[in-house]
């Protein structure tokens, strides 16, 4: 099925964090010495396969936040991003699959360039962007985060060779789309899911010890229901309505709740 993504950023090493934390935009870079971690290579020599290179991306979101995440490549593409400057802008095409032991979505790279602008001139619109093809698995769940805002989430399976482990947890946050959605979809349903990814940090206090946990998620945008899995239903394909939102800005001036 259709997984893919692109995104447009730039690596990040943890001493961008003096230079960011008093950026209200830019909060997701407290603590973030203990987040980054430095592009690095591991090995995979039991199976002959070249090594992998992770690093992290700083990507501006639809929303006007900022978000870091993770990516993975190898071979001849790894060799070329691991040369990459630090604040040189690069735009990156792949597939979502999610870390091992871990609630965090990677993107695995595929392909990227590099862009011949600053940081602060990528368009918001552009540069976070996922389309997934699969099928709601979970009900649909509603809740309430700070600040009384409801979010809607639900568990979407998007197979695709050489993803181990397909289920994507999805969110909801625009409140137009929610009637939208929870009317005309349910579990079982087959859509074409367009979003952004997210990767938040949450951070733990247990016996005086404090442990940083990334969480991601698609945040949804826009859908278009295709079908549903039962075999007994067969609904028209020549009446496909595609339903589009657009993204809210994060007032940065407000108090936090």
């Known amino acids: 099925m259709l997984n893919k993504i692109k995104i447009i950023g730039k690596k990040i090493l943890p001493k961008e964090q003096d230079e960011k934390k008093n950026d209200g935009a830019a909060s997701v870079f407290q603590e973030a010495e203990k987040e980054i971690d430095k592009p690095h290579f591991k090995s995979e020599r039991e199976n002959n396969r070249e090594p992998w290179l992770y690093f992290s991306l700083l990507v501006p979101t639809p929303s006007g936040s900022l978000t870091i995440l993770r990516c993975i490549t190898q071979g001849e593409m790894a060799e070329k991003i691991d040369k990459v400057q630090e604040e040189e802008v690069i735009e990156v095409h792949g597939?979502?699959?999610?870390?091992?032991?871990?609630?965090?979505?990677?993107?695995?790279?595929?392909?990227f360039n590099k862009l011949d602008l600053n940081f602060a001139e990528i368009n918001v619109k552009?540069?976070?962007?996922?389309?997934?093809?699969?099928?709601?698995?979970?009900?649909?769940?509603?809740?309430?985060?700070?600040?009384n805002s409801e979010i809607f989430s639900f568990k979407l399976a998007s197979p695709r060779e050489g993803v181990k482990s397909p289920l994507f947890f999805c969110r909801?946050?625009?409140?137009?789309?929610?009637?939208?959605?929870?009317?005309?979809?349910?579990?079982?349903?087959?859509?074409?899911?367009?979003?952004?990814?997210?990767?938040?940090?949450?951070?733990?206090?247990?016996?005086?010890?404090k442990k940083i946990t990334r969480?991601?998620?698609?945040?949804?945008?826009?859908f278009t229901f295709l079908d549903n899995d039962s075999a007994s239903i067969f609904n028209p394909l020549g009446n496909l309505v595609r339903v589009?939102?657009?993204?809210?800005?994060?007032?940065?001036?407000?108090?936090?709740g």
């Open 172 to 209: 909801i946050n625009e409140k137009e789309l929610i009637p939208e959605f929870s009317e005309k979809l349910k579990k079982g349903d087959v859509i074409l899911l367009e979003g952004y990814l997210q990767t938040q940090k949450i951070l733990e206090e247990r016996e005086s010890e």
């Open 95 to 111: 597939y979502l699959r999610n870390e091992k032991d871990s609630r965090q979505i990677m993107v695995r790279v595929v392909d």
């Open 126 to 147: 552009e540069s976070n962007q996922v389309r997934l093809i699969g099928k709601i698995i979970t009900d649909l769940h509603s809740s309430e985060e700070k600040q």
């Open 244 to 256: 589009v939102k657009e993204v809210s800005k994060i007032d940065f001036s407000k108090p936090k």
């Open 215 to 222: 969480i991601s998620s698609v945040i949804c945008y826009g």
